[in-house]
């Protein structure tokens, strides 16, 4: 997988300044509040941008223990213009190369052609959506492979379970593939098939073996 679509997946989280200091990525609600504040911090006659760079930094400086400072205002009396400027074009080109998005549609295709073809990145999509869990969340940030692979194994024998259960004409149904919205067969013969789906693999993932 390419070096963008790795920073997708486990990018960094903070960009280490040296002396104990970092810059950390901030979620879409701390930027939106920190242009919020830097709004305010205007109206008392400073300028917009040193005050939004300012309200940025203020949540985006941190130590080992957290924040250094605990707003924008105090980000403004501790460090001159040239600084507040200089950390937030660090923190921009940082938030840039971990937060990648596709420059072009032919780009983003190309993204989703590599996604599609990663067999190991679909199942652990599949085991998120399946738990509705982010990436970003404690529990699964905890997770390795090995936990993957198994809720993986339980999902598919929870499939095989349930196709059991039904007679066989509803059993061969379910396995032929119907179409969600009219109840037709999803496709005939190999059209529609994915490519890149390795029945071996699948099959061996079911048996429980490591592949």
Known sequence: ????????????????????????????????????????????????????????????????????????????NALTAREIGALAKRWAAFDRAENPVPATQSEGEAWLEEFKQDSDER????????????????????????????????????REEEVARLCPTCRAQALEGRCPVCGAPAHSGEEGQNASFDRERYEALCRGERV
């Open 1 to 76: 997988m390419s070096g963008k679509l790795d920073a997708l997946r486990a990018g960094a989280e903070k960009l280490d300044l040296g002396e104990g200091r970092f810059l950390r990525l901030l979620s879409a609600r701390e930027i939106l509040e920190a242009r919020r504040e830097g709004r305010l911090l205007a109206k008392d006659g400073a300028e917009q941008a040193l005050c939004g760079n300012a309200a940025l930094l203020a949540r985006a400086l941190v130590d080992e223990k957290g924040p250094l400072y605990e707003s924008g205002g105090a980000v403004l």
């Open 123 to 158: 199942l652990r999509w599949k085991v998120l959506k399946t738990f509705r869990a982010l990436p970003t969340e404690e529990r699964a940030r905890e997770m390795k492979e090995r936990d993957y692979l198994w809720c993986a194994l339980h999902l598919l024998l929870d």
